[in-house]
């Protein structure tokens, strides 16, 4: 009796630790994408088919309020004070890619620029004086 129960605990644990196909599925990292409109209408809560700032602002705090606030002010295209479910869905618009900045150039070289686009430097001005005389 004692090793039957020894050996079956043996095998609950070899089983255990094992990765087997019957095992719960794990959870996709992925976020899905929710619809717009199922969203929309359960920020909809007075159901007048328009989003106020407050409906849209609501159950959120201190950061999290006052960027939601800035994100309605942005859909907001007619600025009544409320979206639609056309502002409310609108895509948003792909940010632009930052130009790399250039490296600054010293006051020297923009001098030796600037007395290029002139027509030269004050020693060839100067060559030029002693050749013509």
């Known amino acids: 009796m004692k090793r ?3 050996l079956m605990l043996g095998v609950a644990v070899a089983l255990g630790g094992m990765n087997t196909a019957w095992a719960a599925p794990k ?11 199922a969203v929309f209408k359960k920020r909809d809560t007075n159901g007048d ?5 407050k409906e849209f602002t609501a159950g ?5 309020k006052a960027r939601a606030a800035k994100v309605f002010k942005k859909r907001d295209k007619d600025g009544d004070g409320s979206l639609t479910l056309a502002e409310f869905s ?4 792909p940010k632009k890619a930052k130009k ?10 923009e ?3 600037k007395a290029k686009k002139a027509g030269g430097s004050k020693k060839k001005e100067k ?4 050749k013509d005389a």
């Not at 959120?60 to 999290?64: H, I, P, R, T, V």
């Open 127 to 130: 060559n030029k004086k002693k």
């Open 100 to 109: 790399p900045k250039k490296a600054k150039k010293s006051k020297k070289a």
């Open 111 to 113: 001098k030796s620029k």
């Open 4 to 6: 039957l129960l020894m």
């Open 49 to 53: 088919g328009k989003v106020s700032l």
């Open 27 to 37: 959870k996709d990292k992925a976020k899905k994408k929710k619809d717009p409109a």
């Open 90 to 93: 609108a895509k948003k618009k």
């Open 60 to 64: 959120k705090d201190g950061k999290k």
